[in-house]
């Protein structure tokens, strides 16, 4: 007898043989009789709501039946109906344990495999069912109470509720169907992850790697983030795979950083590139990575002058003296559109 089949009346079903319509049965339970009324060999005898509910949880109790016919013939011991049942009106409890992902907060690493654990008090055995909801879909897993009255359910996939409030049910029924009151906990749905970026400047003033910058111990690469990276974040800037890394800062309304790296390395990297990244995480623990990459040139070749060649010969005579005079230098390693100056008698 459960706690549910207690709150209402309960009904003895008796048959028997032999026994004329009309004729009473009577039921004794817990010290008390009952009667029914014949009918084709069955008779129905009510037992009331209140004398459920005056019987004890866990114990034992037998219904005897009784009838005589209308000869006075009453009822033979070996046809005496005696039938036992054991009393559970104890409703189990059940709670869900206090911090869901550590947190009670879901971020998108753990929303496609979020365990809802617990313990069940009076239900060993029984199936936990657990619904989540963001208030419009349901997604719903099971568990198993252990002997300890531990459970933890199936891994559920929540990626697809709305982010905010999802509230989570548990409920579970005893072997005799005493359902407990249902626990339940509100958590939060964040798995929208952090927007980042970042931009490398150029390697040097004119991004081309001279013979003094590669010589140098330290070259600055240097840069700004966007997006909700954070100051603070750590940025890590790689070349010929070695990685140096500095935080994040502000500069007026930019967020900036400033790594140095060694002028070998710049030399050695065959890619000519530089690495950045810049990892970071939000309130709810959703992280990203944002890269970039700068493409460098080298010019280590000093430049030289050839030759330099006066129009006018090794001697200046007093006609050439009348006009310009064109000096021709012939250079080599040097590009277009850079400057020869000439030095003569304290001029350039």
């Not at 104890?90 to 809802?116: K, M, Q």
């Not at 568990?143 to 905010?164: E, P, Q």
């Amino acid at each position: 007898l459960s706690a549910v089949e207690a709150r209402t009346a309960g009904v003895v079903r008796v048959v028997t043989t032999d026994v004329e319509d009309g004729r009473l049965v009577t039921v004794a339970l817990n010290g008390q009789s009952y009667t029914g009324v014949v009918s084709g060999n069955n008779a129905s005898v009510a037992i009331p709501a209140s004398a459920l509910q005056e019987l004890t949880s866990g114990q034992n109790y037998s219904l005897t039946a009784n009838v005589s016919d209308a000869a006075g013939n009453a009822l033979t011991a070996t046809a005496s109906t005696s039938t036992s049942f054991a009393v559970n009106t104890s409703v189990p409890t059940i709670t869900i344990a206090a911090n869901v992902a550590g947190d009670n907060r879901v971020n998108a690493s753990e929303d496609d495999a979020l365990v809802i654990s617990g313990t069940a008090v009076g239900a060993n055995g029984s199936t936990i069912n657990v619904a989540l909801t963001d208030g419009i879909t349901v997604v719903n897993t099971t568990a198993t109470v252990s002997t300890g009255g531990a459970w933890s359910a199936t891994a559920a996939n929540i990626s697809a509720l709305r982010n905010g409030a999802i509230t989570v049910t548990a409920d579970v029924s005893d072997a005799s169907g005493n359902a407990a009151v249902a626990a339940t906990r509100t958590l939060q749905l964040d798995n929208v992850l952090p927007s980042a970026s970042i931009v490398i400047d150029s390697v040097t003033s004119d991004n081309v790697l001279n013979l003094a910058e590669g010589a140098a111990a330290t070259v600055t690469i240097t840069g700004t983030v966007g997006g909700e990276v954070a100051v603070g974040d750590t940025v890590t800037v790689t070349v010929n795979n070695v990685s140096e890394t500095g935080t994040v800062s502000q500069s007026g309304s930019a967020k900036v950083f400033s790594i140095n790296v060694t002028g070998a390395n710049l030399l050695a990297d065959t890619d000519r590139t530089v690495d950045a990244r810049v990892i970071t995480t939000d309130a709810a623990g959703n992280s990203v990575t944002a890269t970039a990459t700068r493409v460098y040139t080298l010019d280590q070749v000093a430049p030289t002058i050839a030759t330099v060649t006066a129009d006018w010969g090794p001697v200046l005579s007093a006609v050439e003296a009348r006009t310009a005079g064109v000096v021709r230098v012939v250079t080599t390693d040097v590009e277009d559109g850079r400057l020869v100056t000439v030095a003569l008698n304290g001029q350039s």
